[in-house]
T-cell receptor
Framework: EPEVTQTPSHQVTQMGQEVILRCVPISNHLYFYWYRQILGQKVEFLVS????????KSEIFDDQFSVERPDGSNFTLKIRSTKLEDSAMYFCASRELDQETQYFGPGTRLLVL | QKEVEQDPGPLSVPEGAIVSLNCTYSNSAFQYFMWYRQYSRKGPELLMY????GNKEDGRFTAQVDKSSKYISLFIRDSQPSDSATYLCAIGKGFQKLVFGTGTRLLVSP
């Protein structure tokens, strides 16, 4: 069964460093999402992406964040200058064009020291 | 008022029990409702998707939606220790973001 994959599974970085989190959505899906989950808190929406542009973003998704689809399979989230409060699980999700159901990847655990 | 409210639990039940998990939401514009299961430090796994008021059954799982009360439920019959996880309700409209509840942690003891 096709699934969303994410790399790396864990990333530790120093405050102020840039990180890039990678996702490979399900191959026939055209909408992509990033969510995050701070430990012990709920899953929160960050950004949605369709047709090579952001379709919606939350207030969390400020200028430090960016997304890109650099090729036909990868979808990335970049955090330019990480803060301590960026420590969280980051989940990528994708869906088909005309379906509401979103499928999530296993997540990347980001720890900012 | 929060968009989605969900009791965080934990909810502890013996194996074989019927489990009822619930969420309420505030915005009647939401159109579809999902239940995800999340094991510790893993990604949310889609369990059930419903669009209209009423019941939808899939094996031991039944999703129930009452749009008039803005209330959604997930029932698990014959619960198993392997059902121990956090259950997240998520609601959406159109093709936009999903809004999640806080999740209810379920513990099924053998």
């Amino acid at each position: 069964e096709p699934e969303v994959t994410q790399t790396p599974s864990h990333q530790v970085t120093q405050m102020g460093q840039e990180v890039i989190l990678r996702c490979v959505p399900i191959s026939n899906h055209l909408y992509f999402y990033w969510y995050r989950q701070i430990l012990g808190q709920k899953v929160e929406f960050l950004v949605s992406f369709y047709n090579n542009e952001i379709s919606e973003k939350s207030e969390i998704f400020d200028d430090q964040f960016s997304v890109e689809r650099p090729d036909g399979s990868n979808f990335t989230l970049k955090i330019r200058s990480t803060k301590l409060e960026d420590s969280a699980m980051y989940f990528c999700a994708s869906r088909e064009l005309d379906q509401e159901t979103q499928y999530f990847g296993p997540g990347t655990r980001l720890l900012v020291l | 008022q929060k968009e989605v409210e969900q009791d965080p639990g934990p909810l502890s039940v013996p194996e074989g029990a019927i489990v009822s998990l619930n969420c309420t939401y505030s915005n009647s514009a939401f159109q579809y409702f999902m239940w995800y299961r999340q094991y510790s430090r893993k990604g949310p796994e889609l369990l059930m998707y419903t669009y209209s008021s009423g019941n939808k059954e899939d094996g031991r799982f039944t999703a129930q939606v009452d749009k008039s009360s803005k209330y959604i439920s997930l029932f698990i019959r014959d619960s198993q220790p392997s059902d121990s996880a956090t259950y997240l309700c998520a609601i959406g409209k159109g093709f936009q973001k999903l809004v999640f509840g806080t999740g209810t942690r379920l513990l099924v003891s053998p």
